[in-house]
């Protein structure tokens, strides 16, 4: 079936690179000859409060750049409290790609208010949507460091769910971030598009013993 387009949220936390993974999205997007409108909003972003892009591709114009309660066809979050708060956004059958990675607010640190006493990768689980959770810590990689490229992890991971060829977006990652950089963006990317591919199979064999 052809991909008429999708609605995506990106979200994270100042510092995590919300930012580059949707510019890289977008020139991959517009290389495949999709319309594009995306919004940024920043807000404190670079005290590490909530960073989100609201990301629209078409084959059609796109009037909005915004998404719309219920409208998200993907959440792909790099922090799981900002998961959390775009869940309302996805549609039925949506989709979320969230790390589990997790960054206490100000007034939790100084206990001016108590955090979530449930597991907040739990609370994702339940939501009912279809899940996939990457435990940065679980994932460490000799060659590059996750906690500092998660974003394109999840751009790998993304890339494989949806069946894209990795060699376009590698030739994207690598015209487009500095050079000295290039070669543990390329591992990063891959180490997603690696643990999707695991989530995956393992996914289709609890189907095939159901």
């Not at 960054?103 to 994702?124: A, W």
């Not at 060659?143 to 999840?154: A, E, L, R, T």
């Not at 487009?176 to 390329?186: H, L, R, S, T």
């Amino acid at each position: 079936m052809q991909d008429t387009g999708k609605n995506i949220i990106i979200a994270g936390v100042g510092g995590q690179g919300i930012l580059l993974f949707s510019n890289l999205l977008s020139k991959f997007y517009m290389k495949l000859g999709y319309e594009l409108k995306i919004s940024d909003v920043i807000g404190l972003g670079q005290r590490g409060g909530g960073v989100e892009s609201h990301f629209r591709y078409s084959n059609k114009p796109v009037l909005s750049p915004f998404i719309k309660a219920g409208d998200a066809d993907y959440v792909i979050s790099f922090e799981q409290t900002e998961t959390l708060r775009y869940l309302h956004c996805l549609k039925e059958d949506g989709v979320i790609l969230s790390s589990t990675f997790e960054l206490s607010t100000s007034s939790v640190n100084t206990r001016l208010e108590k955090d979530m006493p449930e597991s907040k990768t739990e609370l994702i689980r339940k939501s009912g949507k279809k899940t996939f959770i990457v435990d940065p810590d679980e994932n460490k990689n000799p060659d590059f460091d996750i906690s500092k490229m998660m974003n394109i992890v999840m751009l790998g991971f993304y890339s494989e769910y949806r069946g894209y060829n990795h060699d376009e977006m590698i030739q994207i990652v690598k015209e487009n971030v500095p050079e000295k950089f290039v070669e543990g963006n390329i591992k990063a990317y891959e180490k997603g598009w690696a643990i999707a591919r695991a989530e995956l199979v393992a996914k289709e064999s609890e189907v095939s013993n159901c």
